[in-house]
């Protein structure tokens, strides 16, 4: 897979119209779009009458709260985990599958210009 | 003619006649007319218990037909039509035969009316099932597929044990609904347990699935664990503890899931978490917790082998199905991120995708029977579910960075087995009913609802954002080439450690021991040898003559006595 035979005019038409994603500034207008999406989203908790099985549920932008939050906590928490669980691939040895490769014989790997 | 038949026979007798059908095309299109008589055959099925067999004065029911057992029955026989379509470049014997006697086995557990019944196919679906994890031929999937048949096989055995007290207490074998409360009930729920792949008795599910063949995950994410649930569903239905157990199922393999690195393990964590949905509204047993079980088993037998079929493909195509290794591979493979990411929405519960449909019967009968703390669980576990089958499987594989890889698009027929799962998934998103109409209890239920939609799409489009923030800022984890520890640490490294260091201080003691009476009795023999032996001090008083004397000495008492007597 060498680089300079890498072309994008032979992707496949789907996969080159999905290269926008990675022009330069379409990550900041992903994540700007989201934002906005996210404040309509908790705006829009307004148009309504809110009843849910729990008072807590009544507020305005519960679940965005909940969400975001929860995201985060969790994030935190499982990077924290990892500092203790984490191992080397070859932890159980190099009789377990972590540290093997999948049998060639098994796959078929093409490129996509083959 | 057909429905004479019990469903699993189907199975068996193709698995039979397959070795005869000529590898390649024909046997493949074999592989799939199977699924769909099968298919056609529950679909038809009148409600009643049919097909009854004796044995050793028992009667067992093959096929105790209901709305639950049918429900199960037609994902499975849908979701063996869908792997073997995703397999059709399979010319493998072996995994072949192990995936139609797994299929049946599940099917006929499904439609058992007795705990002997359910006893048979319980251990029909872990022989045949390992042998999907074996046929990767390694010896990593070796060692695995060893660990993953002793659990299954000690799950069925304390099936049995517990049907044995069971009927010894009751007198009957009927697979009905129990109450925890004697042995025999807690060994039921115990061996239902392990297959559930409950916290702690979970590991072997995230162990053995990523070791398996890339067609035998799809195939192994669909049977052994919804058997398990339906087994649930059908034994203990209402029983409290089931809501805790699976509050805990569905929030702590998430953390797992977030660290993992081998994306195949990724999906089994999620797909464990999801089973703890399943498992609190079985515990919550109303009918219509219930009915979110199954339609939320039924959704994600289609999303979560979706899940796999799209990793399996990058596998397949690249080699590995590590996150660390992916990244970037949407451009040369932009239907497989396409049905990854229907899949990702699936599992998410995106309005529109079937897991939108199916979660929130069982999260509002949390919230309707005044379970706060588990409510809070569960939406705690749908904002993690994004995070790890949502959001890492597809943008680690398919965006992120640009790993390099330009693996040409998955084979034609594994597309059009994802593109079936990922239309179905989406249909059954659009229009519910559908699913709906086949659920144990009638449902009136309407997800569509201002309060609903709004509520989840902030959940998520909150939980994205924060994802957005945590990359930009760098505090999200990186991925590395690691793996982390769990339960089966205990059984891999502990126990074989705490044994080794217990054999050898044995073997020390042992050595010690022997060798201190050596030492003494040698010390005692050479010590009466110095003083007694030929060249001991005592040998040296004791010229040939004296021993003369003495037997003169003896001669002459034994005279005595004899003139004396």
């Known amino acids: 897979m060498s680089k300079q035979k890498d072309d994008p005019a032979n992707y496949p038409a789907l996969g080159r119209m999905m290269l926008w994603v990675d022009k330069p500034g379409s990550a900041n207008k992903i994540f700007w779009g989201l934002t906005i999406a996210s404040i309509l989203a908790f705006l829009a908790d307004f148009t309504y009458e809110k009843h849910g099985n729990f008072h807590i549920a009544e507020i305005p932008g519960f679940y965005g709260i909940f969400g975001f939050v929860a995201f985060t906590a969790l994030i935190l928490i499982a990077k924290t985990l990892r500092v203790f669980i984490k191992r080397p691939e070859d932890y159980y040895g190099d009789k377990a599958i972590d540290a093997e490769d999948y049998p060639e014989d098994q796959l078929d790997k093409v490129d996509y210009d083959a | 003619m057909l429905d004479q038949i019990p469903t699993a026979f189907l199975f068996f007798a193709a698995a039979i006649a397959v070795i ?9 299109s074999f592989m799939l007319l199977v699924p769909i008589i099968a298919g056609y055959q529950v679909w038809n099925l009148d409600a009643g218990i049919s097909s009854q067999v004796e044995l050793f004065g028992f009667t067992l029911d093959l096929m105790r037909v209901d709305k639950l057992s049918r429900a ?13 379509l995703y397999a059709w470049h399979l010319r493998d014997t072996v995994q072949q035969v192990a995936a139609l006697i797994y ?10 009316g007795d705990l002997i019944t359910l006893f048979f196919y319980w251990e029909g679906t872990a022989l045949a099932s390992v042998f999907l ?14 660990r993953y048949l002793i659990i299954q096989i000690a799950s069925g055995v304390v099936l049995l044990a517990g049907a044995a007290l069971v009927y010894r207490e009751t007198g009957s074998i009927t697979f009905e609904n129990m109450t925890l409360g004697s042995l025999g009930t807690w060994l039921i729920f115990l061996s239902f347990g392990v297959k559930a792949a409950f916290p702690l008795l979970h590991n072997w599910l995230q162990d053995s699935y990523p070791a398996a063949t890339i067609t035998g995950t799809v195939i192994l994410s669909t049977f052994t664990t919804k058997l398990a649930i339906y087994a ?9 503890i089931l809501i805790y157990i699976g509050a805990i199922m569905a929030v702590f393999p998430i953390f797992f899931a977030v660290i993992g690195n081998d994306l195949r393990r990724v999906l089994s964590y999620g797909l464990n978490s999801q089973l703890g949905f399943m498992v609190v509204g079985i515990g919550i047993g109303t009918e219509m917790a219930l009915n979110g079980t199954a339609a939320h088993a039924v959704a994600s037998v289609l999303y979560q082998s979706l899940l796999f079929m799209s990793v399996g493909a990058v596998l397949y195509r690249t080699g590995t199905s590590k996150a660390t290794e992916l990244g970037g591979l949407y451009r040369t493979m932009p239907l497989t991120a396409v049905f990854c990411m229907v899949g990702a929405a699936s599992i998410s519960a995106f309005p529109l995708f079937s897991g939108f449909v199916t979660k929130p019967l069982i999260i509002d009968e949390a919230g309707a029977g005044n379970y706060p703390i588990v409510w809070a669980a569960l939406i705690f576990a749908s904002a993690g579910v994004l995070l790890h089958s949502g959001i890492k499987v597809p943008f680690f594989t398919f965006f992120a960075r640009d790993s390099g890889l330009r693996p040409k698009e998955a084979p034609s027929h594994m597309l059009l087995a994802m593109g079936f799962t990922a239309a179905i998934s989406i249909y059954i998103g659009i229009s519910p009913n559908f699913l709906y109409s086949l659920l ?24 994205l954002l924060a994802f957005g923030v945590l990359m930009r800022t760098g505090i999200h984890p990186p991925e590395i080439r690691a793996i982390n520890l769990d339960t089966d640490w205990t059984y891999r490294r502990f126990l074989p450690n705490v044994i080794g260091t217990v054999a050898r201080s044995m073997s020390k003691v042992w050595a010690l021991n022997s060798t201190f009476w050596h030492r003494t009795i040698s010390s005692v023999i050479s010590r009466l040898n110095n003083s007694h032996g030929p060249e001991g001090r005592m040998a040296q008083v004791w010229p040939t003559g004296s021993m003369v004397l003495w037997i003169a000495i003896l001669l002459g008492i034994t005279l005595i006595v004899n003139f004396v007597s």
Request: net charge positive; glycine share 12%; proline share 5%.
């Open chain 2, 20 to 28: 005869a059908v000529p590898k390649g095309p024909i046997r493949n």
């Open chain 2, 72 to 84: 199960f029955a037609l994902i499975f026989a849908l979701a063996a039509f869908l792997g073997n």
């Open chain 2, 103 to 112: 299929a049946g086995s599940a099917i006929g557990a499904v439609f058992a």
């Open chain 2, 133 to 146: 994890i074996w046929a990767r031929r390694t010896e990593g999937s070796y060692n695995t597929g060893m």
């Open chain 2, 232 to 240: 649930l569903a059908r034994g203990f239905a209402g029983t409290e």
């Open chain 2, 440 to 463: 144990p209890y009638d449902v009136e239920y309407h997800p569509y609802t201002t309060g609903h939609v709004v509520g989840q799409l902030q959940l998520l489009l909150f939980a």
